[in-house]
């Protein structure tokens, strides 16, 4: 999908006629903190990379990511982004039968779509917390030959059990499992939930994006990983030097520093639980504002009384920009989505929502 993501500050500054740093962009699902402080010295020190070509494969950069997870960089491929990977996937593995478990983020749709495949979709709802079923998911995912899963799932924010996808995997063996674990970092002990190093499933592949963590979505850097039979017919549409010598530089330098990665990631945690119980708390002063009860430092919302675009014009107007998540397939015109910053910013946005929910 070329439109239709968060983080179109630039369309919102051309609007208000400001500049578009002046822009708050909440509707992008970013760490709050940024990226790790020895990032933007690893670009100043090594601007020359862009002089000369990279790693055909990216293979160092895949090293780093399999040495980090104790996985073999065979079962590996680094990719520009997971996006690339999300639009070869039905191509490379030849899907004619695809399954999305929905509400959930709409590049998998629109990737099926390019290759004139109409996905079907399991639908959680509201009332369940948007949580799955697994049965319900089971009896489809029968006659699926590729399923896509987000866990935890983009907008909603829900934290599958590995379990349900584990039983997934063992009752359809012949059915490839797509888990994007893109936002897994940013929860709590995600390291016992991962599926990366789930072992022997012939049937599983891990999306990992480097964008959202580690803040850093220009680069266009992310991974797949599992079983080593899809990951071959994968591997046979990668393109030379698909990911650019400043982005293999920097994560390389990440996971060549792997001390560093861990209490980054739990100071992230940390600071996104402060900011959550607060705004959560902050909130309840609101009527017409019920989150739904997720993982992870963005948050869906439904409006009891109003519908999402007047209410993300209204925010837009004090030069916040929160996601209008009318289009996703399965959530309506209820529902926004809003991703936390540092305290002053919180404030801002509990403010300018509260004045849009009482208009
Ligand atoms: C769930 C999910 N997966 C993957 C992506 C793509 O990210 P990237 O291509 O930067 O890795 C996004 C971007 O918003 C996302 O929300």
Redesign the pocket.
Known sequence: MIIG??GNKTALAKQLGCHVDEIIDMS??LNPLGPPERIKTVIQNNISAIGHLPEPDAWSMVQGFSRYHDIDPETVIAGN????F?YTLPLALQAQNVLILGP??S?YADACRMHHIEPKFWIADFENGFVPDLEAVSKMAAHADLVFI?NPN?PTGVLLDPAFVTTLLQRHPRVCFVV?E??LPFVDHSEDVSLIQAGPFPNLLV?S????IFAI?GL???FLSGAPDWIEKVRDFSQPWHVNALAQVVIQDIFDHPEQIAPFYETTRAFIAREKQWFLQKQENFSGLVPVPGHTGFILARLENHTALPVCERVGQDRILIRDCGNFHGLNQRFVRFSLKDRATNMKLADSLAKALTQ
């Open positions: 993501h968060g992008a699902n982004g997971t996006t690339w999300i959930t983020y590049d987000c983009n994007d893109s936002y999306l994006s480097m964008s959202k979505p266009r850097t992310g």
